[in-house]
């Protein structure tokens, strides 16, 4: 005989999540190097893919010529990331619980800069998964041009992937995520090899490029009148943007398996020295190839370098190997995202276990998993694509100014930790967080004041905001938390009890819940909102037979409502005797079915809502099942 069982939201959840896990297994579902690598490394990574890009889509703002500057401001950017990273490499060492900017910057600079930093970094993880999904999309609609038209549902529905592996665990996601990234590193090296054995012996000049907008507008020159330091700061501001990521590491540390530290630290190692040599490998080629487009993302002929470079690379666009560079780029930008909901969700339990974010988000689901903080990321995500039209050029000015703060506050901590602690061979790692401070202090001014009019405005005045709703959710709780001190003054005994049954008209569920009433209080009452005068005498005599000697009272409701007879006659009952407590008990029916219940009033919840602000006020519903 089969099984006719309505399917319930627990099994679509568990075909969708997996099975609960129990917390005993939470060490098991910790991280290698390994997977380590592609689930937080992946952000970092994948920035190969567009960073190049955007200094050469500022350079060419200038002129052609100006494009020849790109390689050394590539240099510096790998400095940068070798210097961030050493930092971060000690701030594991010293904090091998986890050692996020905003636990390094709340436990060494005090609440308030660890606040701030906490504030960028969630800013800078939704801007993450912004421009890591719309990128991906932007790879390879590069190579089926037709996609072109597409970027916004596309970008949706990867997030929405992404957010659904991330909620059926982390070890599952970063076994998903595991051979795209490393299938992505081995594509743009074997691209590099073919790209560097074609460029031997050709200067770094590119005799052709061409740079347009969507309405054909020439990009070429567009704002020469700007003087060349400023647009070089501009450029390398905007590849900075390789730099977001670096931190995830540090943020993760406690997902890795033990020895903790020593794993993560490892991790961040290969992320820095794949990130350098890829990053500069694209970045030399770049000046070699023949032709460059560096169109706008809302040009429909738009085309990513780094689809020029493999399509030159590989001698055409339509090679497996041209193709197996775009699916790759494709896969880790999409999974990119994936640094951000391993990082987002944590961090913000941190913060809401603090008392700065709502108490839920510290919460772990039953896969293990901080959900409440995964769909939150996903939400916020889309949102900002959506605004944006999936436009990678609107995304990329906004992004880097958030890890930047954070950076620059996590380096400034770890100066006044090494201050405080003072442990063997401090001096150096003194010295290298000072540098660290310095470099980062100087890159977000760098950043803020060259992307200011182009969108990072935005996150100046986001910052704040975020830090003020920080500000204003921790005193909510503090006063919370002093009501509720248990005094010498104890809460009064109620004197009195009255229960009341609503009846809206008389059946078998109504009369389950009359021998409810009835045991809770003998001498309770039954109500009746009178909707249809014409009913009166039914009701009376039905209710005559059938209500056990309970006293039935008849509230008139001139407008129709079936509530505000309610509130009133309540009311009027505690206007009485205000020390009483009155329990409103409502009739509540269940199907087994999720679309009965569009046929069916969902008064129980209307009255709770209504009578939710009236102190000494209980509302229970009694429920009868319907097949």
């Known amino acids: ?198 460029s031997v012996g050709q200067p770094p000049i590119i005799p052709h490029v061409v740079a347009r907008a969507k309405d054909g507008k020439d ?53 820095a020295v794949i990130l350098i040599s890829l990053f500069l490998g694209v970045g030399y080629v770049a000046q070699h190839i023949p032709e460059l487009t560096l169109h706008r993302t809302d040009n429909p002929d738009f085309r990513t370098v780094l689809s020029q470079i493999a399509a030159w690379a590989f001698g055409s666009a339509t090679s497996p190997l041209y193709y197996f560079v775009q699916f790759s780029t494709f896969a880790i930008l999409i999974l990119a995202a994936n640094t951000a909901f391993a990082d987002f969700p ?118 704040p905001l975020v830090f003020s709703m920080f500000v204003a959710i921790r005193k909510r709780y503090d006063r919370m938390t002093s009501q509720l001190v248990i005094t010498d003054v104890l809460p009064k005994m109620p004197r009195g009890h009255t229960s009341l049954l609503l009846v809206p008209r008389v059946h078998n569920g109504i009369l389950a819940a009359l021998n409810y009433a009835r045991v809770t209080d003998p001498d309770c009452q039954a109500i009746h909102v009178v909707l249809d005068e014409r009913r009166i005498g039914e009701i009376q005599d039905t209710w005559a037979t059938y209500g056990a000697n309970v006293p039935l009272v008849l509230l008139r409701s001139p407008y129709r409502s079936l509530i505000d007879p309610v509130l009133d006659y309540v009311d009027e009952l505690l206007r009485e005797n205000n020390e009483q407590v009155i329990t409103v008990i409502v009739p509540e029916a269940v199907s087994t079915r999720w679309y009965h219940k569009l046929l069916q009033e969902n008064v129980a919840q209307q009255l709770k809502s209504a009578l939710g602000m009236r102190p000494n006020v209980v509302v229970t519903n009694v429920k009868y099942f319907l097949k």
Request: charged residues 10%; contains cysteine; glycine residues 8%.
């Open 1 to 198: 005989m089969s099984d006719n069982k309505p399917l319930s939201w627990g099994a679509i959840r568990r075909a969708l999540f997996g099975k609960p896990i129990p917390t005993s297994r939470a060490s098991h579902e910790r991280l290698s190097p390994l997977i380590g690598l592609p689930v937080f490394a992946s952000d970092a990574l994948s920035s190969v893919a567009y960073a190049s890009e955007a200094i050469l889509s500022i350079l060419i703002l200038f002129s052609i010529a100006a494009l020849q500057y790109q390689i050394w401001i590539s240099l510096a950017v790998c400095i940068l990331i070798l210097i961030v990273a050493l930092s971060y490499q000690m701030t594991i060492q010293a904090y091998p619980q986890g050692g996020g900017s905003y636990i390094v910057a709340t436990e060494n600079l005090g609440t308030k800069p660890g606040l701030v930093a906490g504030a960028a970094l969630m800013i800078d993880y939704v801007l993450t998964v912004s421009v890591s999904i719309a990128a991906g999309v932007a790879a390879i609609s590069s190579a089926y041009p037709g996609l072109h038209a597409y970027l916004v549902p596309l970008s949706l529905f990867f997030i929405g992937m992404v957010a659904l592996a991330n909620l059926r665990g982390v070890k599952e996601s970063g076994a998903l995520f595991a051979i795209p990234t490393y299938g992505f590193v081995l594509a743009i090296l074997i691209m590099l090899g073919f790209a560097i054995y074609r």
């Open 346 to 463: 944590r961090l913000s339990s941190f913060i809401a276990r603090d008392g700065f974010l709502p108490r839920p988000l510290a919460r772990q689901g039953d896969r293990l998993v901080f959900h409440n903080g995964i769909i939150i990321l996903a939400v916020a995500a889309g949102v900002l694509v959506w605004l944006f039209k999936g436009e990678l050029d609107g995304l990329l000015p906004l992004y880097a100014v958030g890890v930047f703060t954070a950076f620059s506050l996590s380096q400034a901590g770890m100066v006044a930790h090494w201050l405080k602690k003072r442990p063997r061979g401090w001096q150096r790692k003194l010295a290298l967080n000072v540098v660290g401070t310095i470099l980062c202090v100087a890159v977000l001014l760098i950043i803020a004041v060259t992307k200011f009019k182009e969108g990072a405005w935005v996150i100046l005045i986001l910052l």
């Open 219 to 271: 990009l070429i020159g567009m704002d020469a009148s700007f003087p060349i330091w400023f647009l070089l700061l501009r450029s390398f501001a905007a590849g900075c943007t390789a730099l977001t990521g670096i931190e995830a590491v540090s943020d993760g540390v406690q997902a890795f398996k033990a020895p903790e530290a020593k794993n993560a630290v490892i991790t961040l190692r290969w992320m």
